[in-house]
């Protein structure tokens, strides 16, 4: 049971990482994003190509896989900047189903077999798996949440909440779209790419499918029900999808659908998420210290 838990609580500090860097994308910039699973297994798939095939170590990697995620954050957002709402999202979908294809269909990226092998890491030369790999996750994400906090009191923060408010006024004054929308889509997807390499190594095998569109809907459904914009909804959003399919085993071939009427249900009855502006959650907090009064 306990090595039960720890698997659980490793991937739901793995994804929450992930999120955390759509979070960044959606919820601080406001732009839309529907394939970020793609991110996800980019970071992955070049963490698990440079430690099998180039022979590096983990920590080697890593730096690589973050610029390398970022760099093709940029590539990949600059068709992105142009477009708005519908075809954005559209656009979205399309680089994660073009992603996956060229991980399924192309033999340097394993295939349909995927890539296994993937080393664990190690420290100090002692292999972390375990309770040990479950806190170097946790320590990452502390990083995560602090640079996202950081990002937030910073004019790069400020400028993308502008934009995010108002795109027309926020130029008007001579906050670049173009620059700030690059660089909340760089943050969010080398965040990505971070997550992706702990998952492969984690896992020690990956295949397309992993990274599929239903994992992009699952990502995104932990920001809207945690809150969109806000320091701690991601994380719980990862938390709380993270169990509820443990505990609902028997319907998880129902987890897309699930998930689909989650975003339903949030958007319709509570658009800023658990912890967003005006949810049941913060007037509960707020009410609570005054004895439920309002």
Known sequence: MDAYLITIGTLIVIYAITVYGLNVIVGYAGQISLGHAAFF??????????????????????PIVILLSGLI??????????????FLA????????IVEALFLYVPYF???????????????GIKLKGMA???????????????????????????????????SAAASVGISPVRFKLLAFVIGTMMAGLGGALYAHYMRFISATDFSFPMSITFLSMIVL???????????????????????????????L????????????????LLGEGSIVRKWLILKPAGGRP
């Open 41 to 62: 297994g980019i970071g992955a798939y070049a963490s698990a190509l440079l430690t099998t095939k180039a022979g590096l170590s983990f920590w080697e990697a890593l």
């Open 90 to 97: 559209i656009t979205t979908i399309g680089i994660n189903f």
């Open 226 to 256: 945690g809150g969109m914009g806000t320091l701690w909804g991601p994380l719980l959003g990862a938390v709380l999808l993270g169990i509820l399919p443990e505990l609902f085993r028997p319907i998880v071939d129902y987890r897309i």
């Open 133 to 167: 790999f479950f806190l170097l996750c946790l320590s990452f994400l502390a990083l995560v949440i602090f640079i996202c906090w950081w990002f937030t009191r910073s004019w790069g923060g400020v400028a993308c909440f502008a934009l995010r408010e108002e795109e």
């Open 110 to 124: 394993g295939g349909a077999l995927g890539i296994g092998g993937i080393p664990r890491v190690f420290l100090f």
């Open 258 to 273: 699930f998930y689909t009427a989650l975003l339903l249900v949030m958007i319709r009855f509570q658009p800023a998420g």
């Open 73 to 86: 954050g940029i590539v990949l957002g600059l068709p992105s900047l142009r477009l708005r709402e519908d």
